[in-house]
C-alpha cells in the first residue's frame, strides 16, 4: 500500500523566505502527484499537479518537482508572504484511481 | 470558475441515524470522489465513480456506504446508519477527462455523530 510522509510537519519563516517542503512516497509505480493548499475549515485548493513522465512545474511563486525513482518530490515557494499560511498537502495517485495522501505540513509565514 | 458545491456544510446526526450528504461536481468532469478527513488525521480515500459505477473503493467504504448520481448532476455518499467513528470532515471532489487533469475539492460537510 501507498505510503506518503510530508516533512517537516510544522514549519515557521519569517515573511519573505524561500522555503521548500517535502513529500516522500513508497511506492514509484505512480500516475502523478498533486501538492494542495489547505485553509482551516476548507477544503482543497489545487496548487500544482506533475504527471509521472514530468520533472516539476510551476505556478507563479511555486514550484514542484518530482523525482519517481526516489520517491520524492518538493514543493518550493519563493518569497513567502503571510497569505501562504496554510496546510499543505502532498497526494499521490497509483495507476488506480486511488489517491493517497499525506499528514501535511503546517506553514506559518510571519510578517 | 467552476467549482464543486457540497451541502450541508455541519450535520449533526444521533448515531443509528442514515445521512446523505451532498454533492455538486464541476459539470463537464467525469469522475467523481468521495474523501474523508478524521479530525487530525490524513486526508482518507474512500471511493472513486466513473460511468455511474464504482470504479475503485477502499476498505473504508463497506456496506454500510454506498454512493448514487441519481439525475447528471448531484452526487451523493449515504451513510446507512452511522457510528461515533464516523464523525468526519467528508470532501468530494471531481476530475475531468485526461491525463494531468488535477482533481478539484469542495468545501467538504462537517458530519458530527452523537
Known amino acids: 500500500k501507498q505510503e506518503v510522509t510530508q516533512i517537516p510537519a510544522a514549519l515557521s519563516v519569517p515573511e519573505g523566505e524561500n522555503l521548500v517542503l517535502n513529500c516522500s512516497f513508497t511506492?514509484?509505480?505512480?500516475?502523478?502527484l498533486q501538492w494542495f493548499r489547505q485553509d482551516p475549515g476548507k477544503g482543497l485548493t489545487s496548487l500544482l499537479l506533475i504527471q509521472s513522465s514530468q520533472r516539476e512545474q510551476t505556478s507563479g511563486r511555486l514550484n514542484a518537482s518530482l523525482d519517481k525513482s526516489s520517491g520524492r518530490s518538493t514543493l518550493y515557494i519563493a518569497a513567502s508572504q503571510p497569505g501562504d499560511s496554510a496546510t499543505y498537502l502532498c497526494a499521490v495517485k497509483n495507476t488506480g484511481n486511488q489517491f493517497y495522501f499525506g499528514t501535511g505540513t503546517s506553514l506559518t509565514v510571519i510578517p | 470558475e467552476p467549482e464543486v458545491t457540497q451541502t450541508p456544510s455541519h450535520q449533526v446526526t444521533q448515531m443509528g441515524q442514515e445521512v446523505i450528504l451532498r454533492c455538486v461536481p464541476i459539470s463537464n468532469h467525469l469522475y467523481f470522489y468521495w474523501y474523508r478527513q478524521i479530525l487530525g488525521q490524513k486526508v482518507e480515500f474512500l471511493v472513486s465513480f466513473y460511468n455511474n459505477e464504482i470504479s475503485e473503493k477502499s476498505e473504508i467504504f463497506d456496506d454500510q456506504f454506498s454512493v448514487e448520481r441519481p439525475d447528471g448532476s448531484n452526487f451523493t455518499l449515504k451513510i446507512r446508519s452511522t457510528k461515533l467513528e464516523d464523525s468526519a470532515m467528508y470532501f468530494c471532489a471531481s476530475e475531468d477527462w485526461g491525463p494531468g487533469q488535477p482533481q478539484h475539492f469542495g468545501d467538504g460537510t462537517r458530519l458530527s455523530i452523537l
Open positions: 511506492d514509484s509505480a505512480i500516475y502523478n
